[in-house]
């Protein structure tokens, strides 16, 4: 079946220090998203890409979706406190069939951010 | 105020019992998703409803039942023949299945001893 990759599973970083995050799929994706899950928090949404080699920014925050729609990544820029918590990529599938639909999360990366 | 509701927030239940989550949203969402969430793994889906009356498994739904009646309501039962049930629960609902953003609930603590 479809899987999704994410590294590290741990990032530890000092306040200011840059934080990136990996997913890769074992299937091309029709579109990736981020979600970010504080310490006893649910997940919320951030953002979604759909076209290869889309590029997103969101202030401090960037995200890419690979060429061939099968790897992507969040690079924070200068963390800060706020951003503690953990940041789960989920792909979506092409095609029909049972996969249609249905989203495949990675196992996310829990960053602790010290002052 | 729109949004996804479930209940309880925490769940203590005995070994060999049913217990029913409860999910509930506003949004007037087709679609609406079971995860469950374990320390260090990702959130793996159970089941999915995209419509009233419609629902299918998701990568794993053994031990686990649900019921779409109504549009806004997807509970979720957690049988005694799940091995492993103490975990996480998260209802999530999207537009539709057609690659929206998901809208988490709160989640819900099962504790089974």
């Known amino acids: 079946g479809q899987q999704v990759m994410q590294i590290p599973q741990y990032q530890h970083v000092q306040e200011g220090e840059d934080f990136t995050t990996y997913c890769n799929s074992s299937t091309t994706l029709s579109n990736i998203q981020w979600y970010k899950q504080r310490p006893g928090g649910h997940p919320v949404f951030l953002i979604q890409l759909v076209k290869s080699g889309e590029v997103k920014k969101q202030k401090r925050l960037t995200f890419q979706f690979g060429e061939a729609k099968k790897n992507s990544s969040l690079h924070i820029t200068a963390t800060q406190t706020t951003d503690v918590g953990t940041y789960f990529c989920a792909g979506g599938h092409m095609g029909g069939g049972t996969s249609y639909g249905k989203l495949t999360f990675g196992q996310g990366t829990i960053l602790t951010v010290h002052p | 105020d729109g949004g996804i509701t479930q209940s309880p927030k925490y769940l203590f239940r005995k070994e060999g019992q049913n217990v029913t989550l409860s999910c509930e949203q506003n949004?007037?969402?087709?679609?609406m998703y079971w995860y469950r969430q374990d320390p260090g793994q990702g959130l793996r889906l159970i089941y999915y409803?995209?419509?009233?009356?419609?629902?299918q498994k998701g990568d794993i739904a053994e031990g686990y039942s649900v019921s779409r009646e109504k549009k806004e309501s997807f509970p979720l039962t957690v049988t005694s023949a799940q091995k492993n049930p103490t975990a996480f629960y998260l209802c999530?609902?999207?537009?539709?299945?057609?690659?929206?953003?998901?809208?988490f609930g709160p989640g819900t603590r099962l504790t089974v001893t």
């Open positions: 409803s995209q419509i009233v009356n419609d629902f």
């Open positions: 999530a609902s999207s537009i539709d299945l057609n690659g929206f953003e998901q809208y």
């Open positions: 949004l007037n969402h087709d679609a």
